[in-house]
C-alpha cells in the first residue's frame, strides 16, 4: 500500500508537547482516539472524545500503569498484515481492530538519570510498552505509522500517509528504541554496575543539521553527530554569523576549546590553534594583551587559524583580531560591539558557548580502526603541587615554576612528540607531531627565533623560558637542544631508564628540573 487512511489513531505520550492540537486535527477527520492514562486526561480536558486502552483490551490499566499496552488487542492490531488473509481471519476471530496511527514518546529515562535520582527512580522510568509499540508500529510500516517526535505531527494530522513518510517516521523511530535502549544499557554497565568498559558498549548519536560540504578532503563525506551527553562543546555553541563550520573547522575549533577550557578560571586567555595544535597561547591582564602575545609566537601559522577564549569577547580584542584572516573565534559570550566589528568579517565565524566545558571532566574517548574501535578514558589528568618533584640540584624560581605549569599545560594538547617553551605566561615556541623529540626541541626553538626577527625582539622568548615535553626524554640530546634555545627550567614526566643521564645533563647547565610522574601523549 501507498496512501493510508487513519481510521483509529493510539497516543500514549510522555511529553505532551502538541498532542492536543494533533488529536483535535485527527478528530476532525473522523479519526477515533485510544488513549492512556495521563494523555487521555489531556485529551478529555481538551473537550476531545476518547477511548481508554483498558476499552479496548478489556483489562484495566494496573501495576502503576506498568500494564496497560502490552496485550494482543493492541500489538494485534498494530501487527497484522491487513492483505494477508489469515491474518485478517484472526482479527475477525478475537475482534481485533486495526490501529492506523500510534503517537508515542518514551519515558524521560535519560532526563531522570541527568537529574541525579535515585536508582528506583531511574529504574521505574525504563518504558517497556512504548518502546514495544514503537516497534510493532515500525515494522509494520506498511500500513502503520509511528511518530515518536512532536515535530512530525504535521505528516499525519492530515489524516492520510504515505508510505514514504511512513518508512521515514519507522527509521526515526527504530533509531529512538535503539538510543534509549543504549542509554540504559550504558546505565547498567557503566553507572549501576561500576563498569566503565562493559563487555557491549553501546554508541548512539544524533546527527544535528546536514551533512557537511566534506570531511577532512573534499572527497571524504562528513557530519556532525551530537552525543546528548550534556556537554556544551562547538556543536552546542550559537553561530552568531559566518558560512557553516566544515570538518576542519569542527576538528580545530573543538582542540581551541578543550585547550581553553584548561584556563576556565584563570586571567584572560587567548589560544591560537592551526591543524589542531596550538600556535600560541597567552594569559594577560587583558584578552587584547592576551591575544597579542598569543599571535607573536607565531604570526605565519595564525593565518586561517581558530581562535578560542576564556573570557566574553570584547570590542578591543575583536578589532585586533580583524587584522587577519581566521577562521572561527570561539568565546563564553561577546558585546554586542564586538559582534558588530565582526558584522564586516562575512566569512568569520563566531561561535558563543556560554560557558566552557570542564577540563577535568571524564568520560570515554573512542577512534575507530580497522575491524574496531580504540576506547580509552579522556585525558583529564590535572597537575598539582604533590606531583611535582624537583630532581636537579638547583630549585626552580617562583616564575619559572609558574612558566613550567603553564608549559606543562600547553604540552596536554599538542600533538606528540610535543615540546613546549614558554615564558611569562606565554608560549614561546611549540613543536608539535614530530618522529622524535629531539626534532620537535629544535623546531620549537627555531620557531621562537624566527617569531623574534619578525617582531624585532633583541631575542627570542626562548631565552630564560621553560621548557616542557609531553614524555620523558629518553636521552639527553633532547635536553641540550633546549639549553641551546636559552630554557632555564624544564618540566617532563620522568621514568626513562636515563633519567639519571638526563638528570646530570641538567644539573651540568645549571637547570632547574620538575619530574610530574604523568604522561601526556597524544595522537
Known sequence: MTSITIKRALLSVSDKTGVVD??????????????????????????????DISDLTGFPEMM???????????????????????????????????IDLVVVNLYPFEATVAKGAERD?????????GPSMVRSAAKNHAYVAIVTDPADYALVATGETSLDDRKRLAAKAFALTAAYDGAIARWFGQ????????????????????????????????AFYAAGNGVRGVGQARQVQGKALSYNNYNDADAALELVAEFRDAAPTCVIIKHANPCGVATAATLEEAYAQAFACDTVSAFGGIIALNRPLDAATAKAITGIFTEVVVAPDADEEAIALFAAKKNLRLLLTGDLPDAARGGLFAKSIAGGWLVQGRDNGVLNDNM???????????QELADCRFAWTIA??????????AKDGATAGVGAGQMNRLESARIAAWKAKDAAEKAGWNEPRTIGSAVASD??????????????AGATAVIQPGGSIRDDEVIAAADAAGLAMVFTGMRHFRH
Open 22 to 51: 494533533l488529536a483535535r486535527a485527527l478528530a476532525d477527520k473522523g479519526v477515533e482516539l485510544v488513549s492512556t492514562g495521563g494523555t487521555a486526561k489531556a485529551l478529555r480536558d481538551a473537550g476531545l472524545d476518547v477511548r
Open 64 to 98: 502503576d500503569g506498568r500494564v496497560k499496552t502490552l496485550h494482543p488487542m493492541v500489538h494485534g492490531g498494530l501487527l497484522a498484515v491487513r492483505d494477508d488473509a489469515a491474518h485478517a481471519a484472526s482479527m475477525q476471530e478475537h475482534n481485533i481492530g486495526a
Open 121 to 129: 527512580e531511574v529504574v521505574e522510568n525504563i518504558d517497556i510498552g
Open 191 to 222: 553507572v549501576d554496575q561500576g563498569a566503565p568498559f562493559p563487555d557491549v558498549l553501546p554508541l548512539t548519536l544524533r546527527r544535528e543539521g546536514d551533512p557537511l560540504r566534506y570531511g577532512e578532503n573534499p572527497h571524504q563525506a562528513a
Open 388 to 398: 611535582m618533584k624537583v630532581v636537579t640540584r638547583r630549585q626552580p624560581t617562583a
Open 412 to 421: 596536554k594538547h599538542v600533538k606528540s612528540n610535543a615540546i613546549v617553551y
Open 471 to 484: 614524555a620523558f626524554f629518553p636521552f639527553a640530546d633532547g635536553l641540550m637542544a633546549a639549553v641551546e
